[in-house]
C-alpha cells in the first residue's frame, strides 16, 4: 500500500529539510505537517474507525480527561493495522530520527496508551505532561506523533491540540485537529501538552487520531534531572482550570457535609 508519495530517501531528506525547525520550535521541539500522507489511504482508516463508546472499557471519565482510547492492535482494521505497522517501520523510524535528531527510537507494537483514541461532544483532556517510561519494558519514553482523522473540521468545534511553556502561563501553540495533519514533539516531564477545551462538534461526530510513542533506551543527561524517576500522567491546571477545581471542590464539600434529606431537598427546589 502507498502510504505517503515519497521514496525512502526522500522521506529522509524531507526529515532533513525541517530539523532545526524542528528543534527550534517553541515551547519545546515539535512540529506539525498537513497533507502528508495518502489522502484515500487515510479515508479508508477513517471508515474502519469502530465505535468505542459502547465498550466501558476503552472509556476515561474523570476531572482531568473524558475520552475514549482503544488497548492494543486487535480493534484495528486490516487497513488501519497496515497504516500503525507502517508507522513502526524502519523508513518511517529513520525519517523521524532524522526530523528530531533521536537515534535509536524503539516502537511499541503494543500501543500502551496508544493506537485510537477519540473525543466526543462535551469531551477533553486536560494539559499533562506523559508518562516517562514505558509501564512494561522500561523504556524511556521520547516521542509523540499524533495523526488526525477530522474531516471538515471547524474552529467552533473545539479540540484543538495545545501546547504550553514550562511555567504554565501560556499557550504557545494551538493546532487544529484537520484530516490528515501529523503533529509530533518530544516527550519529556515537562513537555505539557493537551486538548483541554470541551469538544462541540455537533452530534454524530467526534475528535478522532491515531497516536504513536516511540522510546529509547535512556535519554539525555540534561533530560534526567527531571525524567529519571518513573511517575504517570502529570496533569497541570491552567487558571481557569484551578477556578473551576476550587469551585469542584467547594460543591464536594457541600455534598460531604450536608445531610442527606436537606440535600434533596435543595435540588428539588433548584429544578
Not at 175 to 196: C, D, E, K, Q, W
Request: hydrophobic letters at 30%.
Amino acid at each position: 500500500m502507498n502510504f505517503i508519495n515519497k521514496s525512502t530517501e526522500e522521506l529522509k531528506n524531507f526529515g532533513n529539510e525541517y530539523k532545526t525547525a524542528y528543534a527550534t520550535a517553541d515551547p519545546f521541539p515539535s512540529i506539525y505537517f498537513d497533507n502528508f500522507f495518502n489522502e484515500q489511504m487515510l479515508k479508508d482508516v477513517l471508515g474502519e474507525f469502530p465505535d468505542m463508546s459502547k465498550n466501558p472499557d476503552l472509556k476515561y471519565n474523570d476531572a482531568n480527561q473524558v475520552k475514549l482510547a482503544s488497548k492494543g492492535e486487535y480493534r484495528f482494521g486490516e487497513k488501519t493495522k497496515e497504516f500503525m505497522h507502517y508507522l513502526n517501520s524502519q523508513p518511517f523510524l529513520e525519517f523521524l530520527t532524522e526530523l528530531t535528531g533521536i537515534d535509536n527510537l524503539i516502537p511499541d507494537p503494543n500501543y500502551d496508551g496508544g493506537g485510537m483514541h477519540q473525543i466526543q461532544p462535551g469531551g477533553m483532556l486536560k494539559i499533562h505532561a506523559d508518562f516517562n517510561k514505558h509501564p512494561r519494558t522500561k523504556l524511556d519514553r521520547r516521542l509523540n506523533v499524533l495523526i488526525y482523522l477530522n474531516e471538515d473540521w471547524k474552529e467552533e468545534y473545539g479540540g484543538q491540540f495545545e501546547l504550553w511553556d514550562v511555567d504554565m502561563k501560556d499557550c504557545r501553540k494551538s493546532i487544529l485537529p484537520v484530516f490528515n495533519r501529523m503533529a509530533m514533539f518530544s516527550t519529556t516531564s515537562t513537555s505539557y501538552h493537551g486538548n483541554p477545551n470541551t469538544v462541540h462538534c455537533p452530534e454524530g461526530r467526534s475528535r478522532k487520531s491515531l497516536a504513536l510513542y516511540y522510546y529509547t533506551n535512556g535519554r539525555p543527561v540534561e533530560e534526567q534531572s527531571v525524567s529519571e524517576a518513573d511517575h504517570n500522567t502529570l496533569f497541570k491546571y491552567r487558571k481557569e482550570d484551578k477556578k473551576s477545581k476550587i469551585l469542584n471542590t467547594l460543591k464536594e464539600t457541600v455534598r460531604l457535609v450536608t445531610p442527606p434529606i436537606l440535600l434533596h431537598g435543595l435540588n428539588k427546589a433548584k429544578n
